[in-house]
């Protein structure tokens, strides 16, 4: 049995106690020269979070704070003006892709 104390994780609560009413605890993942925190897939699920979700870090000094990136109002313009462009000019961007 191998011996707990030389293990290279660290214990976490995971709180959501807003949700379901329980705390969870996680341990860290060696993840090459990090460590990892895996979120399962529930919580996942709850927060609309994917591979492609970008995500904000912060700290209160005493906990990791994890969410969903909100794009900025400059970000959401561009993307409208794209999908306008995309919408007019389809054709003409194929023909020049080829």
């Not at 660290?10 to 379901?20: R, S």
Request: proline share 5%.
């Amino acid at each position: 049995m191998a011996d707990r104390k030389s293990r290279s994780h660290t214990v976490i609560p995971l709180c959501y106690q807003w949700i379901h009413g329980v705390c969870m605890t996680k341990k860290l993942t060696k993840h090459g020269n990090s460590l990892a925190l895996v979120i399962d897939r529930p919580i996942l699920e709850l927060l609309h979070i994917d591979s492609d979700t970008p995500l904000e870090i912060s700290t209160d000094g005493t906990r990791l704070i994890v969410a969903p990136a909100k794009p900025s109002a400059r970000r959401e313009k561009f993307e409208a003006a794209q999908e306008v462009a995309h919408r007019r000019y389809a054709g003409a961007f194929k023909e020049l892709a080829k």
